[in-house]
Each structure stands twice: as C-alpha cells, then as structure tokens.
C-alpha cells in the first residue's frame, strides 16, 4: 500500500520529538519540526529535515498554540502530525481541527479522546465494558456532603481526584473524616487553576497498590492487541520515576487477563493508534481500571526494548490505513527492561528543577563495558545546549535490556554510571540510589517506594579513607590528563623522575561547606605512570595506585582491592567519581606545591584549583621565605592562600587580581635559592 503521506510534522519538542523522527526517518518520511523561541537551537530542530517558528518560549503560545500548529503543517506540506506526549497529545479539538485542515493525526479519534478525557465517565463506560474498577464515586452530583458521605462508604483512606486531571494534579490521599473538607477545598482549587474544571471523584486508596499499565494497540481493521505490561510503580508525586517490563512477580493468567481487559476498554470507545490503559494491582492479584492515556507513553521504550517491535512505526502505520504489524499470537516476551527518567532538579532541594547550559552531555559505554545492543539513550539534548526554565525539565530517558531482571538492572546502574553531564544539576544519583536499594532489586514495589524508604534515599554521605584516597588519585592522573603533556617535565601530578615526592591534597563534600577539609598526603618514588602511592588519610595509610582503561573509566586499587569506575574533573575544581552503586563528588585543592626534598626547588606555582585571582601579596623581585604567602585565590566562594614552595625570588606573576585561572595553570615564575629541607 502507499503510504497516505510522505511528510511528518511533529507537534512536540525535547527527547520525543527526536524519538519520532528517528522512526520516520528510517520510514523515508520528511519531518517537519516546530519551535518556540527558547528552543530556536534545540536538538529537534537540528534533526528535522525542516523547521517551522510557532510562537514566543511560553507553551500556551507556541506548543499549545492549535492555529500556529497547523499553519506550519499546511505551510510544509506535512500530510500527519504526530503530537508525541503531553502538549496536544490528548486535545480534542486539535485532534478535530486537523481533520477539518485535511490533515492526519497519529493517534485515536477525537471521540475516544474525549471518552477517556472526562474520569468519571470514562469509569462508567469501563464499568459495562467489565473491567474491573475501584471501588469509589464517580458521578456528577458534586454536593460537599454527599461526597462526604461516599467517602464514608467507600472506607478511608480514600483518594481524591480531578475527574478532569493528570500528572499529579487535584489529587490528593484523605486519611480520615476530619480531614475530607479541606482536602477537597484544595483539590478543587488546584483543578480550577490546571484544567478549569473542579469537579471530582473519590476511590478506595489502596495502601500498598502496584501501577501496572498494558500497551494497546488498535488499527482501523478493528483489530486489536496488548503488547504486554510495564511496572511503573516508583513514583514521586504521582509521577514515574523507574520503569520496567515485563512487570515482576507476573502469572502468564494474570498477565493475559488484564491484556485482555485493557483491549477491551480500548474497543469500548473506538480506539486507533497506541494507548496505555493504567491499572492498580493490589498484593492478593486484584487489579482495578485507573485511567486510559490516549497516547504514547514516556516509558513505551522498555516495551520495545522487550518485544522487538517499534511503536511510533506501528503508529504511523496505522495512521496510514494499515492492519496491525502483528496479531497477539506472535507477540512474545523476550528479556527485561529498565527505564531511568532523567531530570535537570536538584533532589536534595524537593527536586528543584535546574537549568544552564549543559557543558557536557555523553554516555561512555566503551568505558562502562557495555554494548550498544544492551543500552539505549533517548534524548533531547546534546552538550553545548541550554535547559530553559520554560518547558518539562526531562533531558533523557536511560533505557536497558537484560536476559533477565537482575542482570538488566545491573546494566542500568553500570549505565547510570557511564552518564557524562556536566554544567547542569540532574537526578543521576538519585537514580543510582533507587536502583542500588535492596527493596528495589527484590522487586517489593509500590506506589509508595519512595515515602516509604525516604530515610535511606536522602541518608548524608559519609566518606570513608578509601573514598578520599581514591579521590586524590583521581584528581591528579584528570589533572595531568587534561595538560595533555607528552613531557614529564610539563607535569603537574607529581611525578618527578627519581624523587621522592609529597602532595598534600584537600578534599571537601559540596554539599556540606560547614564541614572541615579531609587532608590526603601522598608519598612515592614515581620512575613511571601508574606506579603506587602511600596514601595517608588521618590514621590510615593505604597503598595505591591509578590505571586508565578506555574512556573515562579508570581502575584505582587501594591495598590490593582494584575498583572500577568512571572519573572527570568538572569546573570548579570538582572531581566526580561514578561506578555501578554510587556517584561520589568532592571539591578539591592542592594545599602545597610539590615538595621534591633535597633534589630540586620548585620553579614555579601552579593554581590548585579553577579559580579566580583575589590579590596579591608580594612584589616581582622580592625575596620570601618558604611558606610566605605570596598570594590569595577565590573558588566556591572560598578564598585560598598559596605559599612559597621553598626559600627564594618572586620573579614575575602571569595573572593579577581580577583574572580567571584555570586549575594547573603557572601562577608566576620563582628562581629558588638553597635547597628546601635544608
């Protein structure tokens, strides 16, 4: 069959406009990408074929903007929209608009849109369809005291929702009686503000439910297939943090009886295209209907990840008038998948969104030791990109597979790990810290993982003696690395050719400027790279040593105990250090110059750190004593004051005061007289 359209305009920004072009693109479709002034340079727009300008950064009058949309489709020749997620995914009369402009859209009908729009209704239609639902209220006489009443039928703790909302909005759990009233009054204020609509329903809450959702899939033939289950049960705030399919602990009956619901609720309302039908499923195998997404979902990876199968390509076959790739009897499971959302927020601020330009954006597979095949990176974003405070701050979506669960949630932490960014806060390490919990790869899984473990998650970092030694190893072979000097003698790591060497190096948690500096002195006698160090962290002497594999990854061993990780030394002097369970960042600073003890003086002062230059505190040609402050440097906010490696003549300086220095760079010249320690 010809294809229906041979352009694709999609209605969308950030990771899935990308995702869906890339399909397109493999389908020898043109695509059409539309922008908002804040994303005049964004990925989506690189990758498109062409792009269209619809409006100012704000998405009510851009993204959201139903004329500028289609004006940009009918200005391109784009015969289909695909709206990705979110935006005008789920909007009726965007849906109506390009029927009437006689252009395609990549999804359901209006119709069912709007069946599944309104809660309450879609409830009651999912009530004769026969799927099962949760106990509650859902119709509309919205008296304050008649809800009360159901409230006390139902049977608290009771949950109250939007019946026109989403994503966490107008929702809210009510543990008792006395708390019902005001607990609606603020639900119904967050709905008027989010969808102008305050109307709500009430249902059983369930204590320790798990979100388990099935992709559906329907063609214009009438017929209709479930690919399978995703457990999306962490969550914060009601919105998905770790995905994964199949769901775990899953009977081959329980698993064909709420596909089989889920197709049910989709022929209910006429469905076409691809769409998500959200269940609860409680410890005893009870599920019940939650709601039906009219769209493709964040997480539709992991379902391709375990079936094989492309869902945006099957989306835009169907579009084209197409049957079903496949019927349900040649659908299969293979493998375990995981997908990390990734977010530019700060965790240990409530997850304050973060913004500024990504200095760099990378994922170091040859370093992690992995392969292409087993891991996946959606993203909007490429280094050299600003993360506005206009949109979603999602950057990515980390997806993996495995054989099976436990050795794809392996892969996801080395993964995790692997993650270069730099330049913007993200939730890298909040991820690792779910997925390394003990609850987590037991699969003990609820919509409540994250209250209910909240202490280990948010537990303070204590470091350890072989955390610092490893830091300082790391920080010196990143500095040298970063000199790129072939010579030895252009070194700033310390090594000397037969010498004794002494490094003193400062290390302090960023998170915790109250408290005091860890001190590392490092000892060696270094002939060659890669040879040990006695590292002297308080009371604790380790020996050690760094080697560098590919990429960012390196192998440090301490005391005969070699670990792998990733390491990169970012702005500011902070090191960061990455392997499969934890991300350990640490600010540090040379405290002295590089004492070589009877064999040589130092010549010349280098700057500890990424800093800049406060004052300084002596005159070129004046003479000083070993240990004289000779000038003072500002990093952090912290100010830092560097002393003469050995007795002799302040010669000239490179920078003055004012001037940005970067770490390693030569502060100023410096003839010795006499050998320092004699």
Known sequence: MSPAFDTLLVAN??????????????????TVAVYSDADADARHVRE?????????????????????????AQRTGAGAVHPGYGFLSENGDFVAALAEAGITFVG?????????????????????????????YHDADQNDALLEREAERIGYPVLLKASAGGGGKGMRVVESAEDFQAALDGCRRESRAAFGDDRMLIEKYLTQPRHVEVQVFCDTQGQGVYLFERDCSVQRRHQKVLEEAPAPGMTDSLRREMGEAAVRAAREIGYVGAGTVEFLLDADGSFYFMEMNTRLQVEHPVTEMITGQDLVEWQLLVAMGEPLPLAQQDLNISGHSFEARLYAEDPAQDFLPATGTLHRFALDLDGAGLATTQVRLDSGVASGDRVSMHYDPMLAKLIVHGDERQQALATLNRALAALDIQGVTTNRDFLQRLATHPAFAAAELDTRFIEHHHADLFAPRHYTAEDYATAALVSLHQLGREQQSHSPWDRHDGFRLNSDNTIRIALSDPTRRDDDDALVTMEGRQSAPGEAWQLHVGDTTLAGSLHPIEGDAVAVTLDGHRRRLQARLVDGGEIVMVDPRRETRLFWRRLDAIDHGRQEAESTLTAPMHGTVVTLLVAPGERVEKGMALMVMEAMKMEHTLTAPADGQVESFHFQAGDTVGQGDVLLEFAAVGNSGE
């Open 13 to 30: 920004r950030g990771e899935i406009a990308c995702r869906v072009m890339r399909t397109a693109r493999h389908m020898g479709l043109r």
């Open 108 to 136: 359901p009908p209006a119709s069912a849109i709007a069946a599944m729009g309104n809660k309450s209704a879609a409830k009651a239609r999912m009530h004769d369809a026969g799927v099962p639902l949760v106990p509650g």
């Open 48 to 72: 498109a074929d062409e792009a269209v300008r619809i409006g100012p950064a704000a998405a009510q009058s851009s993204y959201l903007d139903i004329h500028a949309v289609i004006a940009a």
